[in-house]
Structures are given as C-alpha cells and as structure tokens.
C-alpha cells in the first residue's frame, strides 16, 4: 500500500463489505496483526474507530446479518474522553428501537462515568446532557404517557425502558440535536469529507507539527 494515493477519510461513502464465500483461502495472520494494531490504535484516534472495526475479524457489517451499528463519543471540556463503535447483538425491527437501544447503551456509559467523576471527588450536579437526532427515542424517554403497545415501538424490550427512570430521576437529559453535528457519526458510518473533517475538530482531535 506505499505506492498508493493519500485518501481525505478512513472509509468511502457508502461503502458495503459482504462476504465473499467463493473468495481464495488465504493465511490471515498478517492481516489479523494489521487490525489489532489499528484496533490499539483507536485508543488516541477515535476518528478511524469505524473503518477499524469494520474490517476487523468480528465486525462484518450490516449488509449480511442486517445487525445496525451504535456509537457514542463522550465530551469533558474540549475533548472527547470516551468513544464507543460496536455492532449491535440484536437484529432491530425499527429506526426507533435501533436508537432506543443505541441510546441506553450510551445511558449506561454516562451512569459509569458520573460514578468515576464522583469518586475523583468531581460529583456532577444536574444531570448529564446526552444529544440525540431521533426525535422518536427522546419523545419515548420524557413522556411515560407514550404506551410502547404502538406499531414502531412494541418490539422494543423491556429492559431499555430504563431510559425513563433515568430522565426522570435527573440523570440523563435527552436534547435534540441535529443529524449533522452528531458527533457520534464520525465512529459508526462512512462521511462525506467536509462532514469528516468539521467533527473531528468538534471531538478535539488534531495534529502536533514539531519542528527540529
């Protein structure tokens, strides 16, 4: 790959990897070892967590299993401190419960992390703002007249229902937001390279040039 063009972005929009059952055995030994380093790598990069775990010996994308991925990026300050990319376990029925199940995974992360902070002696006061582009998941978490009986929510399961409890005790505040400053998007779909660029910066990652 020396010999190979410099790329703007980790990953090609719209880029769909299935598995090629008649393709040629080969020792992925290599291979493997090229991905964990990546892997180890996303670390102190989280802008190429996605195209990591996509080639990675477990992540096969949604194309074959049709498996949604969910990610989230944890802010403290100016920088993110906290990153996530993981295919989901389970096939979801609907946009909404994908984000329903995206979004208590986030919960938990935030729950463990208020838990740290307070044994740092930094207890946050108030509860931590969590910025959502489904409008769906935040209206299902605020309003428990909202019956999960209807058409795009009845397959939700119970267990992620908590998101409730925890909106309501002050733990988690749900604020809308809009789709392109998610920056959640930059670890868990391909971007175009203008939307690349400007949530990397958002995320605080950047270059240090040192001169000699």
Known sequence: MKGCNFVGTPTEVGLKLVR????RKIDNR???????SLMYLTATKPDIM?????????????????????GYVFMFGSGAVSWFSKKQAIVTLSTTEVEFVAATTYA??????RKILEEQYFKQEGAT?????????IKLSKNPAIKLSNGRSKHIDVKFHFLR????DGIIDFIHCKSEDQFADIITKPLKLS???KLRQLIGVCSLNKSY
């Open 20 to 23: 090629d059952l008649e393709g």
């Open 30 to 36: 290599l291979y493997k070892q090229i991905v964990g």
């Open 50 to 70: 996605y195209a990591a775990s996509l080639i990675s010996s477990d992540y096969t994308g949604d194309f074959d299993d049709r498996k949604s991925t969910s």
């Open 108 to 113: 938990c992360q935030a729950i463990w992390l």
């Open 129 to 137: 703002a969590v910025y959502w582009d489904n409008s769906s998941t």
């Open 165 to 168: 409890d925890l909106t309501r």
């Open 195 to 197: 939307t690349f660029q």
